[in-house]
């Protein structure tokens, strides 16, 4: 019996950018160990896959997790800031409570948060690789957010740089304009500034936080016209897609990387990415050199369901052998 149940893909920069967030289970969940950490027996839901996407790394101060299960997050909700803890229950529906000016909102956008508004049926999986990631993760669904903002400025902090400097210069900006949340929030947990807060950030705050100026005044640009862009969230993805790109500084990577997570859109695809052609290329075809049109190409039988493909391939944790060194951090607040 010990070799029947295949162990977890151990969380590497590849899972963790599909979605791995290991959340422990309730408490006095039996053992199952055929469920991954997170998918609570009882629930088709795994609350660390489904909400994993919207981390910002392990240390982000709008997200956190905490031992008994619980997945806390801190947003800036339309009726202002707010904070909601989710828990899987055994054997039940998901707990949700919230705290805060946006607590009511929060509750109210807690199942599309959840996945409700996903059809995790449609999808049919195509490689045998695929197979067995979706096998391994029944409890993947694809979270809807209902905010642009809050997925579109730490999109837009990882716009040509390493992981590792984008979420540094989320965790400093947001410690030090945000606020902290509300309720009874593990501490160290913060809101992200409002709208007008991001565009009175002095230059040299950005600076100290790591931040160019291209990136800036991206950040300050969508800042000046967010009423606008959180109209979105009511599109249909290439709609909204092409309302996000209207700002400058927005392309089709920072666009698509946002409307997955606000929108929760199965099918828009990364572009322009400097890593994701080549692990779809190698994971499907064994093609490490795949550019975007090859991975658009392969990608195709999942038309309708793309983005939930790609996920599943991250979370497959296969990658090409790497044949250079990683790219290396900068840090311009020593200019």
């Known amino acids: 019996m010990a070799g029947r149940f295949r162990p977890p893909t151990p969380t590497t920069r590849t899972t963790f950018r599909g979605g791995h967030t290991p959340v422990p289970p309730p408490p006095n969940a039996p053992l199952d160990p055929g469920s991954a950490p997170g998918h609570a027996p009882g629930l088709d ?6 909400l994993g996407p919207l981390r910002r790394g392990p240390a982000d101060p709008t997200f956190r997790v905490t031992p008994d299960g619980s997945v806390w997050r ?3 909700t339309p009726e202002g800031p707010g904070t909601i803890r989710l828990a899987a229950v055994r054997d039940g ?3 949700a409570e919230a705290w805060g000016p946006g607590a009511t909102w929060l509750l109210d956008n807690a199942p599309a948060l959840l996945g409700a508004e996903d059809d995790p049926a449609a999808f049919v999986p195509r490689h045998k690789l695929v197979v067995a990631s979706l096998r391994r993760r029944p409890g993947l669904r694809l979270t809807r957010t209902g905010l642009v903002l809050e997925s579109l400025i730490p999109t837009i902090l990882e716009q040509k740089v390493t992981a590792t400097e984008a979420y540094a210069s989320w965790r400093q900006l947001v410690r030090t304009f945000g606020e902290p949340a509300p309720g009874p929030a593990p501490e160290g947990m913060y809101v992200m500034p ?10 040299w705050e950005w600076h100290r936080a790591n931040v160019d100026g291209k990136r800036s005044a991206t950040i300050v640009r969508a800042a000046r016209v967010a009423a606008r862009l959180e109209e979105a969230v009511l599109m249909d993805p290439p709609a909204a897609r092409r309302r996000l790109e209207l700002i400058p500084g927005i392309g089709p990577w920072t666009s698509a990387e946002t409307i997955q997570r606000s929108n929760g859109a199965p099918d828009e695809v990364t572009t322009g990415d400097l890593h994701l052609p080549g692990i779809v290329g190698w994971a499907l075809a064994g093609d490490r050199a795949a550019d975007d049109e090859a991975m658009l190409d392969l990608l195709a039988p999942y038309a309708g369901q793309r983005h939930r493909a790609v996920r599943l391939i991250l979370l497959s944790g296969r990658v090409p052998p790497r044949r250079a060194p990683r790219m290396a951090p900068g840090d311009i607040t020593r200019i």
């Open 74 to 76: 801190a947003s800036r």
């Open 45 to 50: 839901l795994d609350l660390g896959l489904t």
């Open 93 to 95: 529906a998901p707990a």
């Open 194 to 203: 409002d709208a007008r807060s991001w565009t009175r950030i002095p230059s």
